[in-house]
């Protein structure tokens, strides 16, 4: 046997082998699962699939929502030529190879389709070397990436492609995909157990298949057929998806600050939790506690800034991982405090007015007195010191084009005073 062109038994033998995820790739559109918003009928993917017109695209997705298959399947159905490769195993010198290969082509009007793996792992220059080729139409360029294309791709780039969002599959298309799974390795699997096995997925197809034949694997060592206890040595760590430098890190902290922010101290903790455990920056958690408690509580609570700010010495003082509790109180404490922006409002509106009518001076009576000839310049001239008199409680100290200005403007909220309590 030929070890580089293995006979037509011997493939299948190899087949049969491999992976259950592999073998139960999906090969065409019906039996792909998921991704309804894509291909559903009358959806653009499915329509430029069934006309054999696919423009250069960007398939962005968590692991194991069908970013490859779906591209094997465009290979499958399409009469142009389709060429593979990663971008982990890829230079430049390969790139202008096939770029070659694929201009003699189109002289032919024969069309070429280049399926990038991973293409967020390719380099500026590398990225720009496809750019002439998808501008001319020499390719169509479909790549596959699990990192957010508008930070990990060139934006030259991208804006010549379609960019398509695939979702994470949900419990009832993984419940699909487990029991298409079971039926591979003829095998019965009790209802409950399937949807274990799609729940501890993570939304993603092969992890689910991976802890199907894992779980069925340890279950025929022990003679028995497969219990929950199989599933979660399985999967004894469900998948993070998170990213410190993309999406992910941005979509965690925002989820984390609009659930503190709507008060839902339950939510706060998870997301917590989420961005703990996926490695975030306790640093960069306790910042946005620090911002957020001025920015979103003010002086509805004067309190939540010190706790805040406690929780980012803490950081410094204990570390990880028991500083996750200081940071925990701090979170719930936020969540739990009374809400007031006015003090978010009260900055902006000042320099807003700062902005359109430049840095306008203090009245006279306001300015420093305390140089010499000071005083012939008429500084400090009317000015009343407050302990001494009341009456200057009663000045004006905005300067005179701005008389008027209410920047700080509190609702009463917590701690705060009412608006009728505030200086008229």
Same mark, same amino acid.
């Given at each position: ?13 190899? =087949?049969?082998? $491999?992976? %259950? ?27 430029? +699939? ?26 499958? %159905?399409?009469? $142009?030529?389709? *060429?593979?490769?990663?971008? @982990? ?11 070659? =290969? ?34 001319? /139409?020499? +390719? ?12 990990? @791709? ?10 398509? #969002? ?10 699909? *995909? ?11 699997? !009790? ?16 992890? $689910? ?16 057929? +497969?219990?929950?206890?199989? @599933? ?12 410190? #430098? ?31 455990? #996926? ?6 958690? #306790? ?16 309190? =939540? ?24 109180? !701090? ?38 007195? /305390? ?5 012939? %310049?008429?500084?400090?001239? /009317? ?42």
């Amino acid at each position: 046997m030929d070890l580089f062109n293995p006979t037509p038994d011997a493939a299948a033998a190899q =087949a049969s082998q $491999a992976p %259950l995820a592999d073998r139960m790739r999906p090969r065409t559109l019906d039996e792909f699962v998921g991704q309804e918003h894509l291909l559903g009928p009358g959806k653009p993917l499915s329509l430029a +699939i069934a006309h054999d017109d696919p423009t250069s695209m960007i398939f962005w997705g968590p692991p194991g929502t069908g970013k490859t298959t779906l591209a094997k399947i465009i290979a499958a %159905l399409t009469q $142009a030529t389709f *060429i593979e490769f990663s971008a @982990v195993m890829s230079g430049i010198k390969e790139i202008k190879a096939v770029m070659l =290969a694929a201009e003699k082509a189109a002289g032919f009007r024969s069309r070429t389709i280049l399926f990038i793996d991973e293409i967020h792992r390719f380099n500026k220059a590398q990225q720009d070397a496809f750019l002439p080729y998808v501008e001319r /139409g020499s +390719i169509r360029l479909i790549g596959a990436t699990t990192e957010n294309p508008y930070f990990q @791709v060139n934006s030259a780039l991208l804006s010549r492609c379609q960019l398509y #969002a695939l979702e994470p599959l949900s419990q009832q298309e993984l419940e699909v *995909i487990v029991q298409r799974g079971a039926k591979e390795l003829g095998i019965e699997v !009790a209802h409950e157990i399937v949807e274990a096995i799609a729940k501890n997925a993570g939304g993603d197809a092969r992890n $689910a298949l991976n802890i199907l034949e894992l779980a069925w694997q340890t279950a025929g060592a022990d003679g028995t057929s +497969i219990g929950a206890n199989h @599933v979660e040595d399985a999967a004894r760590k469900r998948p993070l998806v998170y990213d410190r #430098a993309g999406d992910a890190h941005f979509d965690f902290a925002s989820a984390f600050i609009k659930s503190m922010r709507g008060s839902d101290a339950d939510a706060a903790v998870y997301y917590l939790a989420s961005m703990i455990e #996926a490695g975030e920056d306790p640093r960069f958690v #306790a910042r946005r506690m620090v911002i957020f408690a001025s920015e979103d509580i003010g002086l509805a609570d004067p309190r =939540a800034l010190q706790v805040a700010v406690a929780a980012a010495d803490a950081v410094e003082y204990v570390g990880l991982p028991e500083v996750q509790l200081n940071l925990a109180e !701090a979170a719930i404490y936020l969540a739990l405090a009374p809400k007031s922006n006015a003090v978010k409002t009260a900055i902006f509106s000042a320099r807003e007015d700062v902005r359109e009518h430049g840095n306008v001076r203090p009245p006279k009576m306001l300015r420093g007195s /305390g140089y010499r000839g000071a005083k012939a %310049l008429g500084s400090g001239e /009317g000015y009343i010191y407050p302990h001494d008199d009341a009456r200057g409680f009663e000045l004006e100290y905005l300067p005179e084009e701005l008389r008027g200005r209410r920047y700080w403007q509190p609702k009463g909220t917590g701690e705060e005073p009412k608006p009728g309590e505030t200086k008229s």
